[in-house]
């Protein structure tokens, strides 16, 4: 199993050439072909809006939202041609960034993306990216930091951990990374509370996913804590002490009135990580 296609998110995010450089390093390491995509922002329905009379956007701020995603893409380019991408297309998309995301990565086999910024407003998007792609999306995210502990221009997935509760969602997630596993130089499994979720591990928590993941190459080791600290904290704070340069967790989450709710554990990691989350749902 490998990865043949990567669809790289571009866009004028400050902290968008990170995501290029992880994006592009992972593509030139698995030598698979990488799509990079940029939305100007304006919907697929604009025509037949301004037929009708009721289009709020003028031709020239159009204008410029296209130019916005085209320099985006030229900037992606780059980054694929200094890491040495061997196959590379782009795509300028007309449409929101999520809909023309969701749509492309049904023919990709991972998605690169950054981790949401409150702080900052983008054309291409009306509200958060990440938790519409993770609920809605057919295919694993990569979900790159604001800002990253780590440095991601170097060798990437050396260190991963892997944060298995014995879900479906972790299970998923885990098999969907197998790509990025399979670079590591040592994997870490953790199981927080075993105790807590038997029904789900067996008599020896991590056992049987360890002697997968090892029937598949991945050189790992279980590890089994006991915690009273919140679920995200005691998995970035064991991250951090491991020296991670990769999470894989299951992403939990449901539609409620229409709009993207995520559960409590995914929230706070998308809102605290500092390393690249590799997430599944």
Not at 122 to 137: C, F, I, Q, T
């Amino acid at each position: 199993m490998t990865y043949r296609t990567i669809l790289l998110h571009a866009d004028t995010a400050h902290h968008a050439a990170d995501r290029y450089t992880l994006g592009c390093r992972l593509a030139a390491m698995l030598d698979a072909h990488l799509i990079g995509a940029a939305a100007t922002g304006i919907s697929r329905f604009a025509p037949v809006a301004v037929a009708a009379g009721i289009w709020p956007l003028t031709a020239e701020h159009m204008t410029q939202m296209s130019g916005n995603a085209r320099a985006a893409l030229a900037a992606c380019a780059a980054s694929a041609r200094q890491h040495g991408v061997n196959s590379y297309e782009e795509r300028l998309l007309s449409d929101d960034a999520a809909s023309a995301l969701l749509l492309q990565a049904n023919s990709a086999d991972l998605l690169v993306l950054s981790q949401d910024d409150g702080n900052e407003t983008l054309a291409d998007r009306a509200s958060a990216l990440v938790p519409s792609l993770l609920l809605h999306g057919a295919r694993p995210l990569l979900v790159v930091p604001k800002h990253s502990r780590i440095q991601l221009d170097t060798q990437p997935c050396q260190r991963p951990l892997l944060a298995w509760d014995g879900s479906n969602q972790s299970a998923r997630a885990l098999l969907d990374a197998l790509p990025l596993l399979q670079l590591a130089r040592r994997a870490t499994l953790l199981v927080l509370n075993p105790a807590d979720q038997h029904g789900l591990h067996g008599a020896t928590p991590g056992a049987d996913m360890a002697l997968f993941l090892a029937r598949h190459g991945v050189q790992l080791e279980v590890l089994c804590i006991d915690t009273e600290l919140p679920i995200a904290q005691a998995i970035l704070s064991q991250a951090q002490a491991l020296g991670s340069d990769l999470l894989v967790m299951g992403g939990y989450g449901h539609t409620r009135w229409s709009e993207a709710v995520l559960g409590g554990v995914t929230s706070s990691i998308l809102d605290t990580m500092d390393i690249p989350v590799l997430l599944a749902h």
